[in-house]
């Protein structure tokens, strides 16, 4: 058992597995907080839903809070296939098989294409067994597939778009090891009680003091903040508060779309947002917005028409002044769009990822498809924040897997300068 | 025609009215601000829609911008009974016919019922021409009927509980005058814009100290201001705020039910809000609002609660410290409920309408039922607030009548302090 | 051990607990699907969260899926009062101490009080230990209080409106046992899965089907099947699907307010719903629902509308038909109301609680208001259909503690007509 | 006066007009519908919403409903800056000038930049006149800018990422002539009582029948009905229905994103939607999308996979079988992508517009990103439908001007069902 070399954060490993063909049945064995994490009744759940069996061959619980417990489980199905199916799916929610230790994978059969097995990611940290080591999957995201670079002991995440035939890919579940979030072990606090549920009749400034206090400790510690944001930002009149926010220090980065950065160019110059006036609410010129995109142009650049002083407030004033780096996606609604905006989808994406990959702290704030987007870049690890004044655009993020979202169902237009307040106390 | 009394403003009036059996047709005629005011273009869709003709016989187009236009139209309809159906509809829209100013009524059938061709009132100021002279409406409400006392001269509207057999209820539609509100000569304000549609996607800050604007020049006339209120203002950290305002004297009335009482008493004694602690975000004890009540129901009432000195803060004790009135209605989905919840349906609308008969502002916070409520017993010259994290409760609201409800579609948790600091600044 | 006695079914059984001053620690004892049925994690949860300590002394594994585990845990405090509060949460959460299995009560102080220390019910199937003996508690309801008539061996739960002087309510939390749903050992079907959240996203006719098979199933085995239903429910067209349904004999009660009724007669007599036409869409005359009313009140109720010939058809016509049961509840916005309507809350609330005890399926079609109460009656047992167009019903029904209800996000005038069509095929 | 050409329907036209520098006042004169199509509201709403004045100097109302008005206003500002601004909004409201009919353009500063004074599109009939006559304005967009080519007497619209330096460009607003739309002399039909807003509260099979009738009106005139479609048609299990629909011969082109292409593959060969089975509603393998996009990959195509006989059912399959063309636009938040999707959102526009430009009908189905996108390229005279279970995504397009859209507020999964009954009835 000593040859298993172990992680220091982990929940479920099976040390020994035999595998009986005559009874359909096989041994895993898990280690960990099984109990109190729901690893154990994750691992009994699914056995029954699958109308498997089981029998505890054998249970030592951590008698302490800190402790491990470990236990070995008979698993049995009604076919061999029928407990093949229910190991894979045991393996997915993490447990892990011992006898075969030793990750498989099978060269990519072409471009942009994976063997038929391929293993498919979850967004919790993942480790392969490889060359009798375990190596850590590098840029995880949730549901790619994962590269092996035996003779370097590298593995990594890679959308399928970036597959070269030959790659070499993980298929099957086996010499994998999925760590799913531990509970902490001294209570809950306000990111893990919100992330329940998306109820918008939560308290509303308890919850952003504990933002704001969450992203200062953030900024103390060197984290990266990521925000996220769609041009209701603009509309909503949040504008100058995302700014300030920046002023401050407190965003790393930026990713959103050509809208936003319209809306807010338009506003910083006419003062309205989709034409309408944000000072007075009254619908003006509803050209302005494409006279904004004009100026841009014209410039060349946002960075041209800020250093030709022409763009003298708001959001990308604030990125460019503060060098702040801000990637703009392309998408089929543009309007122009600004020579800032990628416009191949594929491009963006791999520029996305570039600024996620070693973010701490995600805000996203009223986008839904830049949110989504991110969501599926991002390792369960990374806290994340998703305000919206639709709660079915958390609902959204949940349902594509981005699990640990904490859903705040407000208008981002009251949320900003309650926000900015308390990151100034 | 200098027989007709005219009020200062009105929208449309017709003085001569010639019926013409044999072409099925009538004259009407209109004055007032026809074109903007959209006046005529409702009568003109109005005629169209029910596949009806018409021809102008005469139109005096007012000068300049606040002169008076005139009008006679001949209505045409294919059938005798078809003409009377579209005049019908015109006399709702603001048209009046001159040939029978007198308004007709007849006595009731019997307790609790209405003559079968009673008249259903709008939310729209409204008088009736009796004994020679245009006496208003008390008491204006929408979807009721009214009540004629000719000795009296007076008029008022009633609803069908409180009728008596012999009551005189006005029938049919002649001698009715609607006004219609004018649009301001002087361009619009932030209401009038907002009223249009229920986007959420609207500047924040700028609506809410356009709000607060409203509400000190309502509070230095004199004007009454009503908040009513749901329970959600509690779960989102609100109360401190509503407790703010009344201390600040910004509300002259609040009309609410059980569960706002009780949590706001809940929060008071126990820092919970549906068992949830309100500050460090946490699940505590669910017994906390039965707790609450109990504490309540042991006083004997709120006020005893607050004499004896164990609720010291919050909704209700700012209310009783400062004398301001409110009324709780009872419901199914009561506990308790507390000893100042009015459980009789009919008494709780009694009591509501007596607040609200001369109120000049209604702020609208987290409430469905009770808005929807109040909504129904409000003239359209109620300046009207409603604020809500879900956009329906305003589509309801509109759906139902209350067409001059402005909708802020955002959390009351960060609308409310936003606001305070405005009332305050 | 053996004086103990045995529900069927149950979770969590404590039969020995010692208490130990000195280290301020107690034992416990848990048995039945301890794991898989999350009631473990439960408990450890909860002690964590509460910042305590806990050490397993004992833990016997279930060895198969149908056995039960048993453990013993020793739960510390950091002080007395510390490990008081941490053993009472555990006994909300379905742990039982055996030192104290009889239950103790408290005479109530004063009509319509409770003593202080009363315990707050969930609505999970409760025993208490009286007389040496399990009474389970009658008429359970969600936060409600449990009254004790020791000479009689009955308990049952009561609201406080209803407490008089003397009654004998259980305080405190010793000999309470909770029993929580627990997970099907074969999988779980389309109502576990559904539970799961409130996503709009779901296999629509699906869910349906499988609806129907419920109902028909639920209709066979003689189960009781409650309708809750707002006035939407008539604007959306769907009143003669619900009619049918009553018609094929799956409605065995409904229970609503004032607005359903009138729509429905409204629809039924005129062919409008709040004054729109439901076949062309057009908007037809406003008064349409006042005149409803008021033919309800000639007549002297449905019934009276119905035997006069008058009333011919919709959702009313049908239940009087059938005599079927229905209550409807006063409410602050109601017009009219007519006369079926039960003015005062209390009494509705009494009759409300008397259709659903025996209820086995609930249906809750367009309703906050009434779903709401009715969910606050259910016990968890009931299986609980939401079906609205606004999430945050679902989401407000969650909050509320209504938890087993599954909910289906969409328009109820495009699934009426799907279920009655599976419901016929 | 004689010399201005007229349009067969049009609203406004000026034709006479007479600045007075004096007065700061200018003469405009409009004729059409003026009354019941509001065109004559909206203008003097214009004048006193800028603090503008007027006269009227002549009123000619037309007698009868089918007649014309005629009127001339006399506009007066304060100075004359500000008499400009008004004229200048006036223009867009549907006014029209005479004394400066010939339409006035510059020549583009560069590749991708607009003259400053370009004229902004609206999505309603345009003409300009060019050359002594009335050409009307090709390829309308809204937002957009025109090109002129005189030579050709060609005007179109035109995205600025498409403008070349010297290309003649539209400034100013003189020469141009606006068509809003007029309501229909005889009543209003479901289309445009439903336009009137986004109420959840509709009768839906009535509107369903209606949108059924109006389809097959629509294919029997060969109009073009194109599908915008997202995701969750598949999550929700409507596929098999717009297969049938496609199948019937109701859709003439689809335009959506990679997502609605994956799932409805992933649901053809797995049974499973997002990795929930549709049919059983139990949560499978959440690979299984990749899985799909996998077997895509590798055939090369989808086409290549229906060819392969590996594609047997689904939209796909049966838009491949029957020929009819769909455009997939690429997206940040895409997996794969599959290799009909385009990556670049600019040729992704253009092959949207392609298909859009003749479209007579376009039916959205819970897609924002791609409805917003559709809505922008349309006029004003398309019918449109936008069906989502989210209010906002409805007041979303409005917000962005597609004011023709029609709103249902229902779920795909329900609504899908229901209108191919209706078609095939």
Redesign the interface.
């Known amino acids: 058992m000593s040859s298993i070399p172990r992680c220091k954060r982990w929940q479920g490993i099976v040390f020994r597995s035999v595998k009986d063909e005559e009874t359909h049945s096989q041994v895993i064995e898990l280690e960990g907080h099984l109990?109190?994490?729901?690893i154990?009744?994750k691992v009994?759940?699914t056995?029954?839903?699958?109308?498997g069996?089981?029998?505890?061959l054998e249970?030592n619980?951590?008698?302490?809070?800190d402790d491990y417990s470990s236990?070995s489980i008979r698993v049995i199905g009604e076919t061999g296939e029928h407990l093949e199916k229910i190991i894979s799916?045991l393996l997915r929610v993490g447990a892990m098989l011992q006898e075969t230790p030793e990750v498989t994978y099978e060269a990519s059969?072409?471009d942009?294409?994976?063997p038929?097995e391929?293993?498919?990611t979850t967004h919790h940290p993942t480790s392969v067994y490889l060359n009798g080591d375990w190596v850590e999957v590098e840029s995880l995201m949730m549901?790619?597939?994962i590269i092996v670079e035996p003779e370097n002991n590298r593995v990594y995440c890679m959308?399928?778009?970036m597959v070269n035939e030959g790659d070499l890919v993980v298929v099957g579940d086996r010499g994998i090891m999925v760590k799913h979030p531990e509970?902490?072990?001294?209570?809950?606090g306000?990111f893990e009680?919100?992330n329940s549920?998306?109820?918008?009749?939560?308290?509303?400034?308890?919850?952003?003091r504990?933002i704001a206090r969450s992203l200062k400790s953030n900024a103390v510690n060197d984290g990266k903040i990521v925000v996220v944001a769609g041009p209701?930002l603009i509309?909503?009149?949040?504008a100058p508060y995302l700014a300030e926010m920046i002023r401050l220090g407190y965003v790393d980065a930026v990713l959103s779309?050509n809208a936003l950065a319209v809306h807010d160019i338009e506003y910083a110059l006419y003062g309205t947002?989709?034409g309408?006036n944000?000072?007075?609410?009254?619908?003006q010129?509803?050209?302005n917005?494409?006279?904004a995109?004009?100026q841009v142009?014209?410039a060349g650049s946002i960075k041209a028409l800020v250093e030709s002083g022409k763009l003298t407030k708001g959001i990308f004033y604030e990125l460019i002044k503060k060098d702040v780096p801000f990637v703009l996606?392309?998408?089929?609604?543009?309007?122009?769009?600004i020579p800032e905006?990628i416009?191949?989808?594929?491009e963006?994406?791999a520029r996305?990822r570039e600024i996620v990959k070693d973010a701490s702290f995600v805000i996203m704030l009223a986008s839904?498809?830049?949110s989504?987007?991110v969501g599926?870049m991002l390792s369960s690890q990374v806290k994340t924040i998703c305000v919206d004044?639709?709660?079915?655009v958390v609902?959204?993020l949940?349902?594509?897997?981005t699990s640990q979202a904490v859903g705040i169902?407000?208008?981002v237009?009251?949320?900003m300068?309650?926000l900015v307040n308390e990151l100034k106390g």
Chains 1, 2, 3, 4 share one sequence.
Request: glycine share 8%; proline share 7%; aromatic share 6%.
């Open positions: 109990i109190d994490s729901n154990l009744s009994l759940d056995v029954m839903d699958m109308q069996d089981f029998e505890f249970f619980v951590g008698k302490r809070k236990t799916e059969p072409g942009m294409m994976l038929d391929f293993y498919c549901d790619k597939h959308p399928i778009s509970r902490p072990r001294e209570g809950v306000v009680f919100m549920d998306v109820s918008p009749e939560k308290p509303a400034t308890s919850i952003i504990e209701a509309h909503t009149g949040a779309g947002s989709l309408v944000l000072e007075h609410v009254k619908a010129s509803p050209r917005h494409i006279a995109i004009n142009l014209k996606a392309g998408s089929i609604r543009d309007d122009g769009p905006v416009k191949c989808s594929g963006a994406q996305y839904t498809l830049h989504i987007a599926n004044i639709n709660p079915s609902t959204k949940s349902d594509r897997g169902v407000t208008d237009g009251t949320f300068p309650l």
